[in-house]
């Protein structure tokens, strides 16, 4: 069979493109009456199901920007400002909307910080929505974001007050330490004994041999690196927890859980466990809560168990492969190497000292050093009370200013 010329190839690739295009079009929920003039804009859908129960269904609305929802009257103002960049729709779209504030759950889009600077009337909150980075992650990209204009906010919602310090460095603002917004929503509830909990970091999607983000460009690491280490410690602990007749919980965070249970099943032959799926927003806290102890690697999961106060060992083993700092347990504070409760090495005699000190510990001796650990990495505020007293603040100057005006 002939190969195919070099004008047929433009001519597939165009094909291809259009029909990506078509696809992706026909897929889009299209508006077309102009968006409300609401007080609150929630910038990007996620976090709309937790974040809009604060305020009234008629203060609320959400800007999308994944693609999934496109309104015509602001592409029609992004056209004939010649400007279809998504950060142009979001500029329309605010200018329409007349929002009193701005919040977002997706903190590591760089954009979102030029807002101030731009509507400098409207308030403008972030809420911090997972454990960040300075190498492929939002500090990295905000290092390497070039702009005349200053990134700031009004307030920043942060884990704690070490990771709040960092994003000062980058972004002016209020930093308000409440913990993860959506750990603080669920109640604790009592665990079952003699019971393990191992977070899963499992993603199909991502080859093996990708370059992982946080690496050098000098020195880079691959995934395979990184999984072939947790796999090791995924069955070291599962020989440990046979040995010691404790039952074992895989947390599942993929939206495929039978794939990703076929993988542990596959990984794990020779062991019993149960394997928990994420089927809503509670289920993981649900599922670590049934756990007396709780194992993690690399996950934000694994931080807010601390929060909860559940035993939990951190192996930290990423931080080791790749050399960066961030990945280094409670980065940004400046702790040890190795604790009571974590380690950034693959020791089989370090695993058992964490694992053994976590089943004998009693539970006054554990509260006071995991507090005294974790004070200044994460906090938990139960039903986010801080958030809510600023919610009840600003709403409160909206009426003062309305019953003045």
């Keep these: 069979m002939a190969e195919p010329t070099q004008r047929t190839?433009?001519?597939?690739?165009r094909m291809t493109r259009a029909w990506r295009l078509l696809k992706s079009v026909t897929r889009l929920k299209w508006r077309f009456k102009q968006p409300k003039q609401r007080e609150v804009l929630l910038f990007f859908k996620t976090g709309a199901e937790v974040i809009g129960p604060y305020f009234e269904p008629t203060e609320f609305q959400v800007l999308d920007l994944r693609e999934s929802e496109v309104n015509i009257a602001i592409v029609i103002r992004c056209l004939l400002d010649r400007d279809l960049s998504a950060e142009n729709y979001a500029r329309q779209f605010i200018k329409v909307a007349k929002p009193k504030l701005i919040l977002t759950f997706i903190d590591n889009f760089p954009p979102y910080y030029l807002l101030k600077d731009e509507f400098p009337e409207t308030e403008v909150?972030?809420?911090?929505?997972?454990?960040?980075?300075?190498?492929?992650?939002?500090?990295g990209l905000l290092k390497t974001t070039s702009s005349s204009r200053i990134n700031q906010v009004d307030k920043m919602f942060v884990f704690g007050t070490a990771i709040g310090e960092k994003y000062l460095e980058y972004i002016s603002g209020e930093t308000v330490v409440q913990g993860s917004f959506k750990n603080n929503l669920v109640p604790i509830?009592?665990?079952v004994k003699n019971s393990v909990a191992y977070i899963s970091t499992y993603r199909p999607g991502q080859k093996r041999s990708f370059v992982v983000p946080e690496s050098r460009p000098e020195q880079p690491v691959t995934y395979e690196q990184i999984v072939t280490q947790r796999e090791k410690a995924i069955l070291w602990l599962a020989e440990y927890c046979t040995e010691k007749q404790l039952k074992l919980t895989i947390v599942g965070k993929d939206e495929d859980p039978q794939r990703e249970e076929d993988y542990y099943r596959t990984l794990l032959v020779n062991f019993e466990f149960e394997f928990v799926a994420r089927e809503i927003t509670s289920s993981s806290y649900e599922a670590i809560d049934k756990s007396e102890i709780v194992v993690f690697t690399s996950s934000t999961l694994g931080y807010e168990s601390l929060a909860r106060s559940k035993r939990t060992a951190a192996l930290m083993l990423d931080a080791k492969i790749v050399g960066a700092e961030a990945l280094r347990f409670g980065w940004p504070a400046k702790l040890q190497d190795d604790g009571p409760f974590w380690t950034h090495q693959l020791n089989e005699v370090r695993l058992r000292e964490i694992m053994d000190y976590l089943c004998k510990v009693d539970d006054s001796e554990w509260d006071k050093i995991r507090t005294q650990t974790i004070k200044d990495v994460i906090v938990f505020d139960p039903d986010n009370s801080k958030f809510k007293d600023s919610v009840d603040q600003i709403r409160q100057s909206w009426r003062l200013h309305q019953s003045n005006s």
């Design 9 to 13: 190839r433009k001519t597939l690739g």
């Design 125 to 139: 909150w972030l809420i911090q929505n997972g454990v960040r980075s300075d190498r492929g992650d939002l500090f």
């Design 189 to 191: 509830s009592p665990p």
